[in-house]
């Protein structure tokens, strides 16, 4: 670990090795060893990886690139600098640019932003650029010409948010064929041209596309949940032990906090991401955790430096709020892909850093089943951008409203008075469902009902087992137990009686915090609850 004279960590501003390698005051997490192992093989050296924005991908590949240029100065100190790293005797050329530069507002535009990043690209390796043909013509000739001039006869590509073109136009299919039938021509000639290229490397946030446009990139070799590589990008908990731990402690003191609970909460906002179902490594979200280890608060940073409109876009169009966060079923093919044409909500969600992987469950070769993951929101952070943000915007509800809301259940819900939000704040929830939105039956309106105590801070565990049957949700506290059974179209009577008769609260009946039961009924004549029946057990 190189040593600073000042324990800052950089967050959003620094996407560059160089800068930041040389800036006096800010702190490097040695991260070139992982890097090392990444790029050695000359057999295997077309990779893509994909991570949530704001992870550090922009300035991976600008530690890859000095790399790769021998900038060995900037490296003293590090973990490769006593390795035997070919760019220390064979520097290779590299042309590293973002796809975000050839994003337009119609398909022509974009053309002609992707044929000014080649005319762009040949400038800097001087070599002939061509204004005729295909822009994926010219940009193989820029692959050809730059490779016979590079003292290797070889290059290096690093290609950066690879599906900001696409994503564009996920709302327009008919512009969306046109500019992934483009894009699949462009980035095959980097498959064709491949023994012209030392190492490639393409990042993005999302797979999206990959059955289409990665149809002609079949050759590169995916590491975005390669165990070997699940704590490249991001900061893991026993980083906060050892180059990070002065930046905990300083957080600490600001805090009134030792370093053991600063760690905690600090861990409970931002860690969680797990990448590699091989792996049980967890990393913090970078972006984040500096942020919070500069300004000495625990808040949301990620969210705030620019959300997508992809997620709320997907969520409206499909008419319904996602099923339970906390635990979503997946498969591998449901990680691995997300089809621009379906956009299956809980890919994008994952991708999109919302959910990580909560739990692996494994498969069975005897019957054929298949592993399957369980996936859940990696932390506080993400929890309450889910809930303030995504799901309250998509509801039309004011964020500064809604906030004094969720405080003040809150609030009473931690002092084991739950008869206000039970009668009055779920009400008001139920009531900004938009009126093109239908719950049709009881499993609809529960699952609403969950999601609306979660946004309030309840988190109740659903389908809570007792010996005759599962109750819709029980929430514990440390003063109180309240046990819900749900209705539709019935009465919040029935729930109540459904409770008793079949002992859903006996567990805790006798024990020392109250027990509460309450019974709601939706009424799919108003479109909101009848009013909640709360009594003592």
């Given at each position: 670990?190189r040593k600073?004279k000042v324990i800052r960590?950089?967050t959003?501003?620094?996407f560059d090795?160089?800068?930041?390698?040389?800036?006096?005051e800010?702190k490097?997490?040695?991260k070139t060893?992982?890097?090392?192992?990444?790029?050695?093989?000359?057999a295997d050296s077309?990779?893509?990886?994909?991570?949530?924005r704001?992870?550090g991908?922009s300035?991976?590949?600008?530690?890859l690139?000095?790399?790769?240029e021998?900038?060995r100065?900037l490296?003293?100190?590090l973990?490769?600098d006593?390795?035997p790293?070919e760019g220390?005797?064979s520097?290779?050329?590299?042309?590293?640019?973002t796809?975000?530069?050839?994003v337009g507002?119609t398909?022509e535009l974009?053309?002609?932003q992707?044929a000014?990043l080649?005319k762009?690209?040949c400038?800097e390796?001087k070599v002939?650029y061509?204004?005729?043909g295909?822009?994926?013509g010219?940009f193989?000739?820029?692959?050809k010409n730059?490779a016979?001039k590079?003292?290797?006869k070889?290059?290096?590509?690093?290609?950066?948010?690879?599906?900001?073109?696409?994503a564009?136009?996920l709302?327009?299919?008919?512009?969306?064929?046109?500019?992934r039938?483009?894009l699949?021509?462009f980035?095959e000639?980097?498959k064709?041209?491949s023994?012209s290229?030392?190492f490639l490397?393409?990042?993005?946030?999302?797979?999206?596309t990959?059955?289409s446009v990665?149809?002609?990139l079949?050759h590169?070799k995916?590491r975005?949940?390669?165990?070997?590589f699940a704590?490249l990008l991001?900061?893991?908990a026993?980083?906060?032990?050892?180059?990070?731990?002065?930046n905990v402690?300083a957080?600490g003191?600001?805090?009134?906090?030792?370093?053991a609970e600063?760690?905690k909460n600090i861990l409970a906002?931002?860690?969680?991401y797990?990448f590699a179902p091989?792996?049980?490594?967890r990393?913090?979200?970078?972006?984040s955790l500096?942020?919070?280890?500069?300004?000495g608060?625990?808040k949301g940073y990620?969210?705030?430096?620019?959300k997508?409109?992809?997620i709320?876009?997907?969520i409206e169009r499909?008419?319904?709020?996602?099923?339970?966060i906390e635990n979503?079923?997946?498969?591998a093919f449901?990680?691995?892909v997300?089809d621009a044409?379906s956009?299956?909500?809980?890919s994008?969600?994952?991708q999109g850093?919302y959910?990580?992987i909560?739990?692996?469950?494994?498969g069975d070769?005897?019957?054929?089943k298949?592993?399957?993951?369980?996936?859940?929101?990696p932390?506080?952070?993400v929890?309450e951008?889910?809930k303030?943000?995504?799901?309250s915007q998509?509801m039309?509800l004011?964020?500064?409203?809604?906030n004094?809301?969720?405080?003040a259940?809150?609030?009473q819900?931690?002092?084991?008075d739950?008869?206000?939000?039970?009668?009055?704040m779920l009400f008001?929830?139920?009531a900004q469902?938009p009126?093109?939105?239908?719950?049709?039956?009881?499993?609809e309106?529960?699952r609403y009902?969950?999601?609306?105590?979660?946004?309030?801070g309840?988190n109740p565990?659903p389908?809570?087992p007792?010996?005759?049957?599962?109750?819709d949700?029980v929430?514990?506290?440390?003063?109180?137990?309240?046990v819900f059974?749900?209705?539709?179209?019935?009465?919040?009577k029935?729930?109540?009686?459904q409770?008793?008769e079949?002992?859903y609260a006996?567990?805790w009946?006798?024990?020392k915090?109250?027990?509460?039961?309450i019974g709601?009924n939706?009424n799919?004549?108003?479109?909101?609850?009848?009013?909640?029946?709360?009594?003592?057990?």
């Amino acid at each position: 670990m190189r040593k600073k004279k000042v324990i800052r960590v950089p967050t959003t501003g620094t996407f560059d090795f160089e800068t930041l390698i040389s800036d006096e005051e800010a702190k490097y997490v040695d991260k070139t060893a992982l890097l090392y192992e990444l790029a050695r093989r000359k057999a295997d050296s077309q990779l893509f990886i994909s991570r949530p924005r704001r992870f550090g991908k922009s300035l991976m590949l600008s530690t890859l690139k000095a790399m790769f240029e021998g900038r060995r100065d900037l490296f003293r100190g590090l973990a490769i600098d006593k390795l035997p790293w070919e760019g220390w005797k064979s520097p290779t050329p590299v042309y590293s640019f973002t796809m975000s530069s050839a994003v337009g507002e119609t398909y022509e535009l974009f053309v002609s932003q992707l044929a000014k990043l080649v005319k762009e690209l040949c400038a800097e390796a001087k070599v002939p650029y061509d204004d005729e043909g295909a822009v994926s013509g010219r940009f193989e000739l820029f692959l050809k010409n730059a490779a016979a001039k590079s003292p290797t006869k070889k290059i290096v590509v690093l290609i950066d948010e690879y599906d900001e073109p696409v994503a564009k136009f996920l709302d327009d299919l008919e512009t969306l064929k046109k500019v992934r039938s483009t894009l699949h021509d462009f980035y095959e000639k980097l498959k064709v041209n491949s023994g012209s290229i030392r190492f490639l490397m393409m990042t993005g946030v999302t797979k999206l596309t990959k059955l289409s446009v990665f149809s002609g990139l079949n050759h590169l070799k995916d590491r975005s949940s390669d165990a070997r590589f699940a704590t490249l990008l991001g900061y893991t908990a026993k980083e906060l032990d050892g180059p990070l731990r002065e930046n905990v402690e300083a957080f600490g003191a600001k805090n009134g906090m030792g370093f053991a609970e600063a760690k905690k909460n600090i861990l409970a906002w931002y860690d969680g991401y797990r990448f590699a179902p091989r792996s049980k490594e967890r990393v913090c979200n970078p972006v984040s955790l500096g942020s919070a280890l500069e300004s000495g608060e625990l808040k949301g940073y990620w969210e705030s430096t620019g959300k997508t409109s992809l997620i709320i876009n997907r969520i409206e169009r499909a008419g319904k709020l996602p099923s339970d966060i906390e635990n979503v079923s997946a498969d591998a093919f449901m990680l691995d892909v997300c089809d621009a044409e379906s956009l299956p909500m809980e890919s994008l969600l994952y991708q999109g850093g919302y959910l990580t992987i909560k739990d692996v469950r494994p498969g069975d070769p005897d019957t054929g089943k298949e592993e399957s993951f369980v996936l859940a929101p990696p932390n506080l952070e993400v929890r309450e951008a889910l809930k303030r943000g995504y799901l309250s915007q998509v509801m039309g509800l004011r964020e500064s409203p809604f906030n004094t809301l969720v405080d003040a259940a809150k609030r009473q819900i931690a002092s084991g008075d739950i008869r206000e939000v039970a009668e009055t704040m779920l009400f008001s929830l139920y009531a900004q469902v938009p009126p093109g939105w239908r719950i049709k039956d009881e499993a609809e309106a529960k699952r609403y009902f969950l999601l609306f105590s979660a946004m309030l801070g309840a988190n109740p565990a659903p389908e809570f087992p007792s010996v005759r049957g599962y109750a819709d949700a029980v929430i514990e506290t440390p003063s109180a137990v309240y046990v819900f059974e749900f209705k539709y179209g019935k009465s919040a009577k029935a729930a109540i009686r459904q409770i008793r008769e079949r002992g859903y609260a006996d567990k805790w009946i006798g024990g020392k915090r109250p027990v509460t039961l309450i019974g709601i009924n939706f009424n799919p004549r108003k479109r909101n609850i009848d009013m909640p029946i709360v009594e003592p057990a």
